[in-house]
T-cell receptor, first 115, second 109 residues
Framework: DAGITQSPRHKVTETGTPVTLRCHQTENHRYMYWYRQDPGHGLRLIHYSYGVKDTDKGEVSDGYSVSRSKTEDFLLTLESATSSQTSVYFC??????????????FGDGTRLSIL | TQLLEQSPQFLSIQEGENLTVYCNSSSVFSSLQWYRQEPGEGPVLLVTVVTGGEVKKLKRLTFQFGDARKDSSLHITAAQPGDTGLYLCAGGDDYKLSFGAGTTVTVRA
């Protein structure tokens, strides 16, 4: 199994509070991704990173920011959480972009509930 | 609107039966990946197909990529309870990997 650790695994918080999710990898892969998974929508890309301090937006980036100060860590921040951001969040890594044709390896997810 | 449409959404069968899951799109992809996800875990890659018309077999699982590289299918022969899970297809191009909403497969013992 790819060495990907997401923390926390579960979190309940209130609307308007800031939330940071962490993804840590031990594979030294260049590319890291944050997805959210909601019923009926599959996995949707929030942001991705193609190197230290190099990030770009995905299809559902509004309300989210990311940072990558080290190869192994990719942080996802909800500056002011809203109920619509209740979801399961997955981090993924891949060795190279390869036109997004390279397989992605996923962490076990963070279940986030915003009340 | 989902770029990749998977059907059926849910599938429940008896152990030993065969099943097919479909993944369709109006877009052409450079590759098509299939993942399986179990409750409480992240998706795990099963296979990647990259050539139109390509067929790959993984034990009892057969994956096919359409000639036009717009659709794919996953066929499971003699399904077992261990095949239970959410099956996701994902189409890749130069800019993104797009996922279907998934097919939930339940194999009853």
């Amino acid at each position: 199994d790819a060495g990907i650790t997401q923390s926390p695994r579960h979190k309940v918080t209130e609307t308007g509070t800031p939330v940071t999710l962490r993804c840590h990898q031990t594979e030294n892969h260049r590319y890291m991704y944050w997805y959210r998974q909601d019923p009926g929508h599959g996995l949707r890309l929030i942001h991705y990173s193609y190197g230290v301090k190099d990030t770009d937006k995905g299809e559902v980036s509004d309300g989210y920011s990311v940072s990558r100060s080290k190869t192994e860590d990719f942080l996802l921040t909800l500056e002011s959480a809203t109920s619509s951001q209740t979801s399961v969040y997955f981090c993924a890594i891949s060795e190279s972009r390869g036109g997004f044709n390279q397989p992605q390896h996923f962490g076990d997810g963070t279940r986030l509930s915003i009340l | 609107t989902q770029l990749l449409e998977q059907s059926p959404q849910f599938l429940s069968i008896q152990e030993g039966e065969n099943l097919t899951v479909y993944c369709n799109s109006s877009s052409v992809f450079s590759s098509l990946q299939w993942y399986r996800q179990e409750p409480g875990e992240g998706p795990v890659l099963l296979v990647t197909v990259v050539t139109g018309g390509e067929v790959k077999k993984l034990k009892r699982l057969t994956f096919q990529f359409g000639d036009a590289r717009k659709d794919s299918s996953l066929h499971i022969t003699a399904a077992q309870p261990g095949d239970t899970g959410l099956y996701l297809c994902a189409g890749g191009d130069d800019y993104k990997l797009s996922f279907g909403a998934g097919t939930t497969v339940t194999v009853r013992a």
